[in-house]
């Protein structure tokens, strides 16, 4: 079976005090996904059904910390 795209969600994430990329690259990541996309799928439990392809642009790519 492949995979058919559901949502496209666009989140933007950032740490003024401790300009920490990897921190605001997550929270990126988090807004759309679990704020707004985990109800449409039922709910946090589908997570482990769902295919999550994330593009994070950042000024320094070598500041983020990708395993995080």
């Known amino acids: ?3 058919k795209p559901q949502v496209l969600e666009f989140g933007m994430g950032v740490d ?5 990329a990897t921190k605001a690259a997550c929270r ?3 807004t759309p996904s679990v704020i ?4 449409l799928f039922g709910g946090p439990r589908a997570w482990r059904r ?6 994070v642009a950042v000024p320094d790519p070598a500041s983020v910390d990708v395993d995080v």
């Open 36 to 39: 707004r996309a985990c109800p």
């Open 16 to 20: 003024v005090h401790g300009r920490d």
């Open 28 to 30: 990126a990541y988090r």
């Open 1 to 3: 079976m492949s995979a």
């Open 50 to 55: 769902m295919i999550v392809d994330v593009t």
